[in-house]
């Protein structure tokens, strides 16, 4: 096979081992619900249409009412006694505050007995909102934060005091009631508090690192902002369990096991990739400088999530800048390839998964009258990859576990 069909091939196993029904199905068995008398269900986040599914064939008729709120494209169709709401990501819009009110409503008055399973996967920070202040001014505020490169853990900090769900408050709201949440982690290290923003997880941040944070991004603040950022969220929510279900270390190994397959060498170079795109992109790319003398296949893999700091108005997103800056520094290179994908098939506001490139990549562009350090600085990767097919759209996932970035140097078996 070729690169590129290699590449395919542990993007499509990655994604396929990053589903969430297995994971789903796999934390039940930690879950008895016998003893509860109604049982509701909220799903979040990107994969949430998907996650609630695979509930719903556990749950059956047990199940009393249940809400689904994803990403806009994200659903697939009607679900059993389940309404499923669409709205924005990255950015919250009308529609995910209209569907996390109604969660709201449909967990108020619950009893001792009753049961919430709450099923949240990545992109719920945004997804999952009722706002303190405005939704213009939270638009606003999630467009500088985004602007500015904040990583995820730093804009989680921030958004769960300026809600009525985040930061543990939406267990709050489902009191006295016992709340199970299944959790597939999009956040490095699985911090359960910044994972969705933590609705049903007790707050490890304080007050004090919101504003210090709003302080060094220099953040435009309402008076009442202000104050919620003074607010202190939960510390303590004796009435949730909660159950890691997916990360992006599982998705680097089963890339590494496909990769392995395929003849390649993998290395695991790390599951934590935080870094700014551009740097990790030109970094992998480096790594294959180094190796080109090598007479095996060798697989060179990273997890994580970088960050890009927009200073142009061009189209992109952190993955496909991740690819195009290391176009640069591979050109010229024979039978090496790099791809970087977002497992939940969107990559920052397009249509593409992430971009895919080689030592033929640049060369291409140069052809196209395509300056690629221009298009770097203009931040329009996009419209770069669109033109030399590098571009990766695997439309809607039906997950969400952090980026993949993978580097391959494809050499010809020895015959013995």
């Not at 001014?137 to 730093?154: F, K």
């Not at 309402?222 to 009435?239: I, R, V, W």
Request: with cysteine; charged share 20%.
């Amino acid at each position: 096979m070729s690169l590129r069909q290699d590449a395919h091939t542990i993007i499509q196993n990655a994604l396929q081992s990053a589903q969430p029904d297995t994971a789903v199905r796999n934390a039940f068995a930690n879950i008895d619900l016998s003893k509860h008398n109604r049982v509701l269900l909220l799903a979040i986040g990107k994969a949430a249409w998907q996650m609630a599914r695979a509930a719903l064939t556990m749950l059956g008729d047990r199940l009393e009412q249940g809400i689904v709120i994803t990403k806009y494209g994200h659903g697939r169709g009607d679900l059993p006694r389940t309404q499923v709401f669409e709205a924005g990501h990255p950015v919250p819009d009308k529609a995910g505050i209209e569907a996390s009110q109604a969660a709201l409503d449909m967990v108020d008055g619950l009893q001792a007995d009753d049961a919430v399973l709450f099923l949240v996967s990545g992109g719920g920070s945004a997804l999952f909102e009722q706002s303190l202040v405005s939704l213009e001014e939270l638009m606003d505020l999630t467009g500088q934060m985004l602007r500015a490169g904040c990583d995820i853990v730093e804009m989680n900090t921030i958004r769960k005091r300026l809600s009525r769900v985040k930061g543990g408050r939406f267990a709050q709201a489902c009191l006295p009631a016992t709340v199970f949440a299944i959790i597939l982690s999009d956040i490095i290290s699985d911090p359960l508090d910044m994972i969705a923003s933590g609705p049903a997880a007790p707050d490890t941040t304080t007050c004090e690192e919101a504003l210090a944070i709003a302080r060094r991004l220099d953040l435009k603040l309402s008076s009442q902002a202000q104050a919620a950022l003074m607010e202190e969220t939960p510390k303590d929510l004796p009435n949730v369990h909660s159950f890691i279900t997916g990360s992006v270390t599982q998705l680097c190994l089963s890339a590494a096991r496909t990769a392995k397959e395929l003849g390649y060498e993998p290395t695991i170079l790390t599951a934590s990739l935080r870094c700014e795109a551009r740097e990790a992109g030109s970094f992998l790319a480096s790594i294959a400088a180094y190796h080109q003398d090598s007479k095996k296949s060798l697989a060179f893999l990273c997890g994580g999530e970088t960050v890009v700091h927009v200073k142009g108005d061009g189209k992109g997103g952190r993955n496909q800048e991740i690819a195009l800056s290391a176009a640069l520094a591979l050109d010229g290179l024979a039978d090496t390839c790099l791809f970087s994908i977002g497992s939940d098939g969107t990559d920052g506001p397009t249509d593409a998964a992430g971009g895919i490139v080689d030592g033929h990549t640049a060369r291409k562009l140069r052809q196209k009258g395509i300056d690629l350090r221009r298009t770097l600085d203009d931040n329009d990767a996009y419209h770069a990859l669109l033109a030399v097919e590098g571009l990766i759209i695997t439309g809607p996932t039906g997950t969400n576990v952090n980026d993949l970035s993978v580097l391959l140097i494809k050499r010809e078996a020895e015959s013995g």
